[in-house]
């Protein structure tokens, strides 16, 4: 095999992100998450990654019994970098080591919302700003990226604007829990840290977590969203309306984030015909 002559790794890395962004207009959490996993190859790979061989690559992946789920994000990242890498219309490198790395299929998991007597125990016990944050999660469905995004302005006692994923809007009606928590807040970021500065979503996502388990929660900020999805399903019965507040694009994205409740379906059950 010849071994191309090309620009640093990072280089490339960095310029790979650049086509994601640019070209491909992928968000900027996806870019940060895909750069990252091809940087931490990078370090680990015996060559380097562009230099990596196929039987390399798949034991990288695969190494420590990585979940079903990360092998998946893995290989994605892997395999649509050396694509663009050895894209004929202007190559970087000469040989896609990551063709035939098997397709692992990413997991379909249930949806895990937070029981109700959960909820009311974490909202009594938590403090600002974690409150505010774990509101808007559980009554706006906010995802972390939609936290960090977040302004004062964009909240009024009747809906409130989310940007996020792919800058997707969506517009969610104002809870009124939600409204006595954010109505005096000052213009700017809603959620900031200790020095009045912005959050990011990972700085949101982490610090939400580690404040649950620091009130004996067994929590993550994501499942706020689940309970979120779950409660309007059981309120209004329609997985339109569910989907479209939760901002997803396909129902089936949907159906993973929504658990019908014992009640409900013990109610489908009791409502059939007794036809013995």
């Known amino acids: 095999m010849t071994v191309p002559t090309r620009p640093a790794t990072v280089d490339l890395i960095a310029e790979y992100a650049q086509y994601l962004r640019d070209e491909l207009g992928r968000a900027p959490s996806t870019v940060d998450t895909y750069t990252g996993v091809l940087r931490h190859a990078d370090r680990e790979l015996p060559e380097g990654l562009p230099f990596a061989l196929h039987d390399e690559l798949r034991a990288w992946i695969t190494a420590g019994g990585r979940r079903a789920a990360t092998r998946s994000l893995y290989t994605a990242a892997i395999k649509g970098f050396f694509t663009w890498a050895t894209d004929p219309r202007r190559p970087r490198l000469t040989e896609n080591s990551a063709t035939w790395l098997p397709r692992v299929p990413k997991p379909v998991r249930g949806a895990r919302p937070l029981p109700a007597e959960d909820l009311q125990q974490i909202l009594l016990r938590a403090a600002q700003p974690y409150l505010t944050w774990f509101t808007l999660a559980l009554y706006a469905g906010a995802r972390c990226i939609e936290l960090a995004a977040l302004q004062r302005r964009h909240i009024t006692a009747q809906r409130l604007?989310?940007?996020?994923?792919?800058?997707?809007?969506?517009?969610?009606?104002?809870?009124?829990?939600?409204?006595?928590?954010?109505?005096?807040?000052?213009?700017?970021?809603?959620?900031?840290?200790?020095?009045?500065?912005?959050?990011?979503?990972r700085q949101i996502s982490?610090?939400?977590?580690?404040?649950?388990?620091?009130?004996?929660?067994?929590?993550?900020?994501?499942?706020?969203?689940?309970?979120?999805?779950?409660?309007?399903?059981?309120?209004?019965?329609?997985?339109?309306?569910?989907?479209?507040?939760?901002?997803?694009?396909?129902?089936?994205?949907?159906?993973?984030?929504?658990?019908?409740?014992?009640?409900?379906?013990?109610a489908a059950v009791a409502g059939l015909p007794d036809l013995a």
Request: with cysteine; charged share 25%.
């Open 161 to 201: 604007l989310l940007q996020g994923k792919g800058d997707v809007e969506r517009y969610v009606a104002t809870h009124p829990a939600i409204w006595r928590l954010v109505r005096d807040l000052p213009d700017g970021p809603v959620c900031v840290g200790a020095h009045g500065e912005r959050l990011t979503r």
């Open 206 to 266: 982490r610090r939400g977590r580690d404040y649950l388990h620091a009130i004996g929660a067994d929590a993550s900020m994501h499942r706020f969203r689940h309970s979120f999805g779950t409660m309007i399903n059981d309120e209004v019965g329609d997985l339109r309306v569910v989907q479209t507040l939760m901002g997803h694009r396909h129902p089936s994205t949907t159906a993973t984030y929504v658990q019908a409740s014992t009640a409900r379906m013990q």
